[in-house]
């Protein structure tokens, strides 16, 4: 019976045990996921061939972008969002133009850094000349109205295309700008919805057709590459 008794000790204290362990490593998975989620695009290439120069712009301007914290006023939070993004496709394009081979690619990234850096100019003249911050929606409703939209528009960056070992300069910022730009025409398209401002809207009209143009060109180049 003491033989028994003690058998069923161990028994028990071994399921105990075992659960602990379970709990334990169900609490360090639970804080890893919550970790990935809070960072999430600090994760995102971090163990892909793809975490190139290139790569790391890319992922420099969508942390910017997550990190930053919405007024609530639509026009300033437009201009915020679109200044980081545009900063983010300069840098890609001075990148292709100091290490690109290709001609026609790096003509097209010239264009697109004189153009954006005359846009941030723009909106960085908006924002210094708009302080006051009067709320006409809330950014913590995610899923609707402009929050929804600028939303969708941020993950269309997250789709970007594989790329192994030993692709070029060249082909990197052709791919990779092609999702950035989708993303800044459905965030400039989302804003005309809900903008006040009339200035800010005719820049968002206009990079809509620049950049929509801009889509086609990387496209042909991309099918030429």
């Known amino acids: 019976m003491i033989m028994k008794t003690k058998i069923l000790i161990i028994g028990s204290l071994a399921l105990v045990l075992g659960f602990s362990a379970c709990q334990n490593k169900s609490s360090e998975t639970d804080g890893e996921s919550a970790s990935m989620d809070m960072n999430g695009s600090n994760m995102m290439h971090g163990d892909s061939s793809m975490n190139t120069g290139m790569m790391a712009e890319m992922d420099k301007m969508m942390n910017s972008m997550h990190r930053m914290e919405m007024t609530g006023n639509t026009d300033i939070d437009f201009a915020m969002m679109m200044k980081s993004h545009h900063e983010g496709a300069v840098q890609m394009a001075q990148l292709e133009l100091s290490s690109g081979k290709d001609e026609s690619v790096k003509n097209m990234a010239q264009k697109i850094m004189e153009a954006q850096k005359s846009e941030i100019n723009d909106l960085n003249t908006f924002l210094n000349s708009h302080k006051e911050i009067v709320k006409d929606y ?19 960056m997250m789709g970007l295309p594989e790329m192994g070992a030993g ?48 889509i086609e060109e990387f496209e042909k180049l991309k099918d030429n590459q």
């Open 167 to 214: 692709v070029s300069v060249d082909q990197q910022f052709v791919r990779m700008m092609i999702p950035h730009h989708q993303s800044a025409v459905a965030m400039a398209e989302e804003f005309i919805k809900h903008g006040k401002d009339a200035k800010l809207i005719a820049m968002a009209r206009k990079i809509i057709a620049d950049q929509k143009r801009e």
């Open 138 to 156: 809330d950014p913590a409703r995610k899923e609707e109205g402009f929050a929804k939209g600028m939303g969708m528009g941020m993950n269309m």
